[in-house]
């Protein structure tokens, strides 16, 4: 099914324009308050956890997965073993019933997706011709697509529900030798393999499916011709997770875990796959830590620059009376706004880090400091003149 493609021109006055910028900058403001918070937030949030984590991995001992100590209750522990279920999970739908830790069902349908992109015009007395191009194109997509929202909605309809939902079914029961993991901990097992879908399955489906519905491409059921799918196709495939060694870090409490809580508020609940030491899964998280750290970090920087371009654009639009003045204002309020939020971004994390690491930040400071002052020394030595250095000639007269 071929894509399609539909334009819309619309035309704004200057006027217009200019008032819709003056009410963005509310937002502008919103925006950058709402960054330095964020900003503020996130740099607490990663001293915190990087304190709890320094606490675990000091405080976590081993423990054998063959047998319960009780003198370990209420003690962050690292255990490492076979997670092991006898629970049989059942997907009625499909008619499989299978030992396992998890069943995971994954449903995805062929819809109508809009893509837009909206093209501007300024004009000399600051009006804006704006053309925006829709395209459609049909394509698989495991959320439901809501097309009642479609520039072209009465020829793009996709169906209202999906006829058939995603699943997952879970073990209640999953041992870790002599223990129980917790439902937390359960869910974090994660390494999937596709279970083979067969006739057998498609004579499973209700009756309004298995008429069109066939198993001849590996891994999927579809519902309808794989090879030329029409809107509202769906197709199946079915995730199964075995049994598997896993690594736990979690509080001990008699057979089973909870979520250990470090004086930081920082709490350990976690589980990986294959068999780790305490130091690898703690180093994990702590890139893990790092990496959220920095994505939050340009994030709020992102943020700061866009609200800052809109409490900004008043500007612009102003000189857009003439098109070539607007677009100079507009490259210079570019480079404002990223001016503008690099400061204020590295200055609440630097206020951030003067409140949650005083001590790091004093040294900073002072090194900052005493670079300053060494290189101010360094450049207000004066080079000696050598006329003022050189010893006066006797003259011949005071010989004689």
């Not at 991995?57 to 319960?68: F, Y």
């Not at 000399?124 to 704006?130: A, K, Q, T």
């Not at 879970?170 to 359960?186: E, Q, T, Y």
Request: a neutral charge; glycine letters at 8%.
């Amino acid at each position: 099914m071929a894509g399609r493609q539909y334009t819309k021109t619309s035309r704004v006055s200057w006027g217009q324009r200019l008032m819709q910028s003056i009410a963005g900058v509310v937002g502008g403001i919103v925006l950058v308050l709402a960054a330095v918070g964020g900003l503020w937030w996130n740099e607490g949030r990663a001293v915190n956890t990087a304190k709890g984590l320094k606490e675990g991995a000091a405080a976590v001992t081993t423990v054998s997965p063959d047998r319960v100590d009780p003198s370990n209750t209420g003690q962050l522990v690292h255990i490492s073993g076979q997670a092991v279920s006898q629970d049989t999970l059942r997907d009625p739908l499909l008619g499989v019933a299978e030992t396992a830790i998890a069943l995971i069902r994954e449903v995805e349908m062929y819809q109508w997706q809009e893509e837009r992109r909206t093209e501007t015009r300024t004009a000399v007395g600051g009006s804006e011709e704006r053309v925006t191009t829709y395209n459609y194109k049909p394509d698989w997509s495991s959320r439901h697509i809501d097309s009642s929202r479609f520039y072209q909605a009465a020829t793009h309809r996709n169906p209202a529900v999906f006829p058939i939902e995603s699943e997952t079914r879970r073990a209640d029961n999953v041992a870790l030798g002599a223990f129980r993991l917790s439902p937390a901990l359960i869910a974090q097992i994660r390494e999937s393999r596709p279970y083979a879908l067969g006739a057998e399955h498609v004579a499973s489906l209700p009756e309004r499916f298995r008429e069109r519905a066939n198993s001849d491409q590996p891994g999927w059921l579809y519902i309808g011709d794989p090879m030329l799918p029409e809107i509202g196709d769906m197709r199946i495939r079915l995730q199964i997770v075995r049994d598997q060694p896993v690594s736990v870090l979690a509080r001990q409490i008699d057979n089973t875990f909870e979520a250990h809580a470090s004086s930081h508020g920082t709490t350990i609940q976690r589980l990986m796959p294959g068999i780790l030491s305490p130091e690898a899964m703690f180093d994990q998280m702590v890139r893990e830590n790092t990496m959220m750290t920095w994505g939050l970090r340009f994030g709020g920087l992102l943020m700061m620059m866009i609200g800052f371009g809109l409490i900004l654009k008043p500007i612009k639009v102003t000189f857009d009376v003439l098109p070539m003045l607007g677009s100079i204002a507009g490259a210079g309020i570019g480079v404002i706004s990223l001016v503008l939020g690099l400061v204020l971004s590295l200055s609440t994390i630097a206020l951030a880090w003067l409140f949650y690491r005083p001590l790091l930040s004093i040294v900073l400071i002072g090194a900052c400091v005493g670079i300053v002052y060494l290189a101010r020394q360094k450049l207000g030595k004066r080079e000696p003149d050598p006329a003022e250095n050189a010893v006066p000639a006797e003259s011949p007269a005071s010989n004689g």
